[in-house]
């Protein structure tokens, strides 16, 4: 597993145009260019996965964009477990593509990409009840805790969805 903040991915990206072959005979500038335009389409794509999740839905696009430029991309190969069970849940996970499987002792569940996890970590401190493996290479955005809380200011209607869906949960178990 290899994490990379989102506003680092064009070094990552340069890094790997520099090592294929046959992009050896361009210059320092045409690679550093096509690493950006790269990196510009991973966030482009990260900015509309994040869209769809109900988390970030009516988020307006400056503060998606706060919450993407602080999120971490987490590269799984299959069989990277993305957390396990009695790890400190401290961060929440968005699948960007691949699949996971997680497993707790009730069987297993599917993570597919769009599927947000974890979201309860940006407001409490606990820990995984489940294991979160890669079934094949996979890509995941996190977003910690503490770096949620440095934006937090821009993101008040995140912070009213997280008491919302605590509240249904605790009417939930009033029941």
Request: proline share 4%.
């Amino acid at each position: 597993m290899r994490r990379t903040p989102l506003p680092e991915v064009a070094t990552v990206v340069l890094e790997a145009l520099g090592k294929s072959p046959g992009l050896d005979t361009l210059g320092p500038e045409a690679l550093q260019a096509m690493a950006e335009k790269a990196a510009d389409e991973i966030v482009r794509r990260e900015l509309v996965l994040l869209r769809v999740i109900p988390l970030f839905r009516d988020l307006a696009s400056a503060d998606l964009e706060r919450i993407a430029h602080v999120m971490q991309v987490v590269v799984l190969d299959a069989g990277d477990v993305l957390y396990a069970e009695g790890d400190p849940r401290d961060e929440c996970f968005v699948l960007a593509r691949g699949e996971c499987s997680i497993t707790d002792e009730q069987g297993a569940t599917s993570f597919q990409p769009g599927q947000c996890v974890g979201w309860e970590a940006l407001a409490e401190e606990g820990r995984w009840t489940q294991t979160c493996r890669a079934t094949r290479d996979s890509l995941a955005v996190g977003l910690g805790r503490d770096v949620f809380r440095s934006v937090w200011h821009c993101v008040l209607l995140i912070a009213s969805v997280i008491l919302r869906r605590i509240l249904v949960r605790l009417r939930m178990t009033a029941r």
